[in-house]
Nanobody, 123 residues
Framework: QVQLVESGGGLVQAGGSLRLSCAAS????????MGWFRQAPGKEREFVAA????????YSADSAKGRFTISRDNAKNTVYLQMNSLKPEDTAIYYC????????????????WGQGTQVTVSS
């Protein structure tokens, strides 16, 4: 069992930065691949970035490449999403998720989810 708690969301102007954190409970965090997803009002949940259990494999959505960076610290049971050059279209609830069988771009493949953190980017 893994419990996930996101933090770091907020209101930021376009061009600004935020760093989201996702703290996990449980001693098996380091064995899970982790992903970040987002969901805007009226839209489906979409993949943002994922990282393997070791941190050696990272995959990002095209919308995130060059602006967002996923990382993890297994000693702290935490995964991060550094978001730079934010745009109004990045406004959404951001969720972190854990998957036991490796990283995936499909939200349906993840085993555990956090409650989400709101990110609002003003123009």
């Amino acid at each position: 069992q893994v419990q996930l708690v996101e933090s770091g969301g907020g209101l930021v102007q376009a061009g600004g930065s935020l760093r989201l954190s996702c703290a996990a409970s449980g001693r098996t965090f380091s064995s899970y691949a982790m992903g970040w997803f987002r969901q805007a009002p009226g839209k489906e949940r979409e993949f943002v970035a994922a990282i393997s259990w070791s941190g050696s494999i990272i995959y990002s959505a095209d919308s995130a490449k060059g602006r967002f960076t996923i990382s993890r610290d297994n000693a702290k049971n935490t995964v991060y999403l550094q978001m730079n050059s934010l745009k109004p279209e990045d406004t959404a609830i951001y969720y972190c998720a854990a998957r036991a069988l490796g990283y995936s771009m499909d939200y349906a493949n993840y085993d555990y989810w956090g409650q989400g953190t709101q990110v609002t980017v003003s123009s």
